[in-house]
């Protein structure tokens, strides 16, 4: 299984996931915790650390829900930033 795989990433899944010895790490790459803020980075890795020690199923769903949020929030204001940017230099030319 493909850590970067994210298509069948789902509370199950996550619940599967905790039972390894290195659940954190596997659980944050299957998140696209990279692909996030630093601010938002750092959030999400507590909060896979606490749903690994607790293992409650509710909290693997929202804990899925809230990192795909934060990657699509992310992209959205780097595809702002650089919108911006290539206007910017249009206009400089």
Do not use: C, Y
Not at 3 to 9: G, I, Q, S, V
Not at 27 to 39: D, F, N, Q, S, Y
Not at 56 to 76: F, M, N, P
């Amino acid at each position: 299984m493909n850590p970067k795989d994210n298509t069948d990433l789902n509370a199950t899944t996550l619940l599967a996931l905790r039972q390894g010895s290195d659940a954190v790490r596997v659980i944050t790459e299957r998140l696209k915790v990279k692909e996030m803020g630093p601010a938002d980075h750092i959030r999400t890795k507590h909060e896979v650390r606490a749903f690994v020690e607790s293992g409650d199923a509710k909290a693997a769903e929202t804990l899925i829900k809230q990192a795909h949020d934060r990657v699509a929030a992310t992209q959205t204001v780097t595809n702002k930033m650089t919108q911006r940017q290539q206007r910017s230099q249009r206009m400089g030319e």
